[in-house]
């Protein structure tokens, strides 16, 4: 089956630990992003990738690392300088960047993280 | 920064009913698009639109955009009890989708 997964569900950082949340898609997509969301926040973007071996800051990057060194493989890395890291961590992939058409996002489903 | 605003933030129908969301956006967009979200899943896309479009359907689905207005509109004809869940807007600008905080449906039988 073709589809975005992210691993693992749920996980729990002792404070002053960085912890790597995967994503991993078979979908052949090029692009692929890393959101937060928080209640009644939304979702909110930490990076994005167009591209093997290149990425971008979002909104709300520091504190957050990332690497695109596969296509199909965009892990997240959320350091101990993220002040306030528990929340609903979303990973999405899609064909390609939304220019010049746009094209629909296809989401994992979620890594819920905790700090204890 | 959040793209797209929705409106109302949340909204309890009986089934049967139709359900009215709407979104609106600061900037200038090439696409805007539909998402829907049940508790702690992550987000199934329903519709997109583009911006030389005005009104697309999609089964039970209907959404419009007014890029004048900087507004869009989607309708949910007849829902269910299923439909309940949070919807979100999304517009594509650039590279990235940027979404709203949504609106929480509630469908009572």
């Known amino acids: 089956d073709g589809g975005i997964t992210q691993s693992p569900k749920y996980l729990f950082r002792k404070e002053g630990q960085n912890v790597t949340l995967s994503c991993e898609q078979n979908l052949n997509h090029d692009a692929m992003y890393w959101y937060r969301q928080d209640p009644g926040q939304g979702l909110r973007l930490i990076y994005y990738?167009?591209?093997?071996?290149?990425?971008q800051k979002g909104d709300i990057a520091e504190g957050y690392s990332v690497s695109r060194e596969k296509k199909e493989s965009f892990p997240l890395t959320v350091t101990s300088a993220q002040k306030n890291p528990t929340a609903f961590y979303l990973c999405?992939?899609?064909?390609?960047?939304?220019?010049?058409?746009?094209?629909?996002?296809?989401f994992g489903q979620g890594t819920r993280l905790t700090v204890v | 920064s959040q793209q797209g605003e929705e409106d109302p933030q949340a909204l309890s129908i009986q089934e049967g009913e139709n359900a009215t969301m709407n979104c609106s956006y600061k900037?200038?967009?090439?696409?805007l698009q539909w998402y829907r979200q049940n508790s702690g899943r992550g987000l199934v896309h329903l519709i997109l639109i583009r911006s030389n479009e005005r009104e697309k359907h999609s089964g039970r689905l209907r959404v419009t955009l007014d890029t004048s207005k900087k507004s869009s509109s989607l309708l949910i004809t007849a829902s269910r009890a299923a439909d309940t869940a949070s919807y979100f807007c999304a517009t594509g600008s650039y590279s990235t989708l940027t979404f709203g905080k949504g609106t929480m449906l509630l469908v009572s039988p």
């Open positions: 900037t200038s967009i090439n696409n």
């Open positions: 999405a992939s899609s064909e390609m960047g939304q220019r010049p058409l746009g094209t629909e996002a296809f």
């Open positions: 990738s167009q591209i093997v071996n290149d990425f």
